[in-house]
DNA sequence: TGCTTTCCGAAATGATTGTAACAGAAATTG
DNA sequence: CAATTTCTGTTACAATCATTTCGGAAAGCA
């Protein structure tokens, strides 16, 4: 009893292409190529596209095992629908049967929806201009976030100081603000994270920031941090998530990007700093080498 | 001039809902219920499915601004290439016209490719069990990450103390561990994060948390840190990104899933905890209410 | 080279599709 | 309640589609 039930379309075409003769594999081949769009209209259609006549796409279906073009068409708009339904976790609809219950994979499309809501919200100009004002070397940056979102603004320090100087974290523990106020000068640059429940201090720093005369970019949910108001960008994400808290995958993604922009407009001076710290990790033997 | 022409097949057909007949909404209805799967067979297909006749379906195309049920089908197979091509940054299409080149898309695609693989490989007893393992409150929970990876440990810290007591994170400066690794008894569980470059601070630990019986969870990328040859259990995750680092935010989603998944494991207990956290909160008058 | 086998597309055919025209039903209006 | 408009399905028909048939081209073999 041949497997190819349980395969997926795809495998089968891809396991069946040495078997085939010139003109099928032409079919194929275009086909794969073009997955799966190229064969969910005519069979015309499809056959000029691929430069052959349609005899011989009936019988590429027909090798393929189904009864005919229909059958074969509609064979793949179930793939289509199980590529579209989840855009993960293909590989447990078998191995479950049961609708995908298991946590992982629901947090998984959670997460998925959240990135596309976020990013086809974003503006990018507006991206844009943080990212250069990050990338600005006459700018010192600040950064700082709240009780939950302080990891990401850690991370964001810590791989920023990579990227260039004056870049500083400043702790949620207030007595650490003064000093670091002090050294703002107008043109500085604080990025505040700031996700419900908004908290008094971030708010609180962001307006004595401003009144120091620096740009303030507020990254916060979708209901938007009061302290966006004192902000000169804000970048919102979405952070739904089926659990008692929410997601903060969107906003690490935003910063990682932000990381990403910033090191290819400023690659020259990064790429030797990075090669001087890496020397500098390889003396002081924390790392060991992969091999 | 109308600016449906721009618009998605998706975003048109909801537009028009209001506007539509009886029969006519049953087919939008239908076909937005099961998008855009229900529209790519033959109109016979479609219009038996929504139980209408097949000149409504006509009528509905033509309403929509096309010249027929083909061209609806074609505008529809375009959309179908968008979803399939990459699964967020829809919205860019018109905006660029190019393809996709700013680094927001990029960088989203990568993500998403990562996440894929890595929900696809991902063990679910494995998961299972360690999160079993982190929701056992007769064990103790530590956690420790690598010069990258540690904003992640932190962030696993913070949330967990919010749902069961006794989780510690063990900092990178070594001098804090002999105290932490006095109080671990067998059966305490270190959970470890290290990707490349793996780092020596993290094995060192890991193998003195095996010495005194501790069980061991290391979060690492797909080529696998060493400090996994003494674990337990062993997640992986994948990190690409197009940047001159990895990307970090599949090991933030499992993070936030192991969360989750605790949680609603021990919810009787954390749901008191949390309120009772709430109110502390509140009485400390650090957050200011979401109206 | 001749013979066979395999492969491929033009042509023919039946089936299905998509659409226009029409007519009855339903809703609306005066 | 009749008149009118709007809506919807049945019917009819042209267009297209998918498939089978068949002849010739190409490749393999003696």
């Excluded at 349980?6 to 396991?15: H, I, N, P, Q, Y």
């Excluded at 006459?138 to 810590?158: E, K, P, Q």
């Excluded at 916060?220 to 008692?244: G, K, N, Q």
Aim: proline content about 5%; charged content about 20%.
């Amino acid at each position: 009893m041949p497997m190819d039930l349980a395969l997926g379309v795809e495998d089968k075409m891809r396991a069946a292409l040495p078997d085939l003769t010139r003109a099928e594999r032409q079919v194929a081949t275009h086909i794969l190529r073009h997955y799966p769009v190229a064969a969910l209209g005519s069979i015309t259609a499809l056959a000029r596209a691929a430069e052959v006549s349609t005899p011989t796409v009936v019988r590429l279906c027909q090798k393929l095992g189904y009864r005919g073009y229909p059958d074969y068409q509609s064979a793949l708009r179930g793939e289509v629908e199980a590529m579209l339904e989840s855009p993960l976790v293909k590989h447990d609809r078998w191995a479950g049967g049961a609708p995908d219950t298991h946590i992982l994979n629901r947090f998984a499309d959670a997460v998925v929806a959240n990135l596309q809501a976020t990013f086809s919200q974003i503006d990018h100009a507006d991206f844009d201009q943080v990212a250069g004002l990050l990338a600005d070397p006459s700018r010192r940056i600040f950064a700082m976030g709240g009780r939950i979102t302080h990891a990401h603004a850690d991370y964001l320090v810590s791989l920023m100081k990579v990227v260039r100087p004056e870049v500083t974290l400043l702790s949620d523990m207030s007595n650490t603000w003064p000093p670091a106020l002090l050294d703002m000068t107008p043109g500085d640059v604080l990025v505040a994270f700031d996700i419900r429940r908004y908290e008094n201090s971030v708010l609180q720093l962001v307006e004595l920031a401003v009144e120091q005369g620096a740009e303030v970019v507020v990254i916060t949910d979708r209901w938007v941090s009061p302290a966006a108001a004192h902000a000169r960008h804000t970048l919102t994400a979405h952070i739904e998530a089926p659990s008692a808290w929410d997601s903060t995958v969107s906003i690490l993604v935003l910063v990682e990007t932000l990381l990403a922009a910033v090191q290819s407009r400023t690659w020259d001076a990064t790429q030797e700093r990075m090669t001087r710290l890496e020397t500098l990790y390889d003396r002081s033997r924390f790392f060991r080498r992969h091999r």
